[in-house]
């Protein structure tokens, strides 16, 4: 299949578990893409647009420079992330401005300078990176469930005001998924990541957690012509356990 033939991406997180699974899909059907990370050298991809989300200046001119490098602008992947732990009195304000950054404002900033881009091109897709504990939170995670559900409701809003301008902005709200991100977690607390991916597994009803590209179709689907009419959806891509 060949859906994205002739379309222009922006992905961020491309080095990440996740990152890299869209990016292979998005370019095996088609597409030239810019990949964002803060180390993209080991990234095959069209152009390769380095540097760190909490740069505000780089953040902002992300869609410019994929729309320059690439020669136009269709659709755009909010997949880069952080996740910190603990409830909120044990939360450091370096957690807080980290998360915020990479999780809230970021985003914010990207959809802000990409939308005219794709609006006066006649229009495009935008595809973020939520979680199911966006949707309904869970514990421990104070500060990382509050970005995702700040990047959630920007979505949803998103879709509503920039749908007559046919620019589709969605989200995916992944569970548990088989990525570094997940497995340095298990790690620095001590337990074998192989063996508690294995044990997390038999807690979904579909018997294992997502692997990256069980993520990356659906948000190839939300960016491809498929999702015409999805404006502002929030998918939930879980195995059946709806919460963490
Ligand atoms: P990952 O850690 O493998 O990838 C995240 C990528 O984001 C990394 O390559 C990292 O370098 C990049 N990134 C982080 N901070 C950055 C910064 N300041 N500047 C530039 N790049 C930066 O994690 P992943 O699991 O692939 O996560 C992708 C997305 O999926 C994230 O938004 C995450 O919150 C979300 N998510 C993951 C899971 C999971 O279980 N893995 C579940 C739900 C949602």
Known sequence: MQRFRGKAALVTGA???????????????????????RDVSGVEAEARLPGDLLDASYADGLPQAAF?????LDIV???????????????????WALSLGVNVEAPFRICRAAIPIMAGRGGG??????????????PNHAVYCMTKAAVASLTQCMG????????????VCPNEVNTPMLRTGFA?????PDTAVAELGRTV??????????????????????????????VEVNGGKPVG
């Open 125 to 138: 897709a935008i595809v973020n990176v939520a979680s199911c504990w966006g949707v309904r939170p869970g």
């Open 205 to 234: 009803p579909l018997g294992r957690i997502a692997e990256p590209e069980d993520i990356a179709d659906v948000v190839v689907f939300l960016a491809s012509d498929a999702a015409r009419y999805m404006c502002g959806s929030l």
């Open 160 to 171: 509503m005001d920039h749908a007559h301008q046919n620019v589709r902005v969605n989200a």
């Open 77 to 95: 992947v909010n997949n880069a992330g952080v996740i910190t732990r603990g409830a909120v009195t044990a939360t450091t304000d370096a957690d």
């Open 68 to 72: 320059g490098a690439l020669g136009a």
């Open 188 to 192: 620095r607390r001590g337990f074998d």
């Open 15 to 37: 080095a990440g578990g996740i990152g890299a699974a869209i990016v292979r899909r998005l370019r095996s059907e088609g597409a030239v893409v810019a990949v964002a990370d």
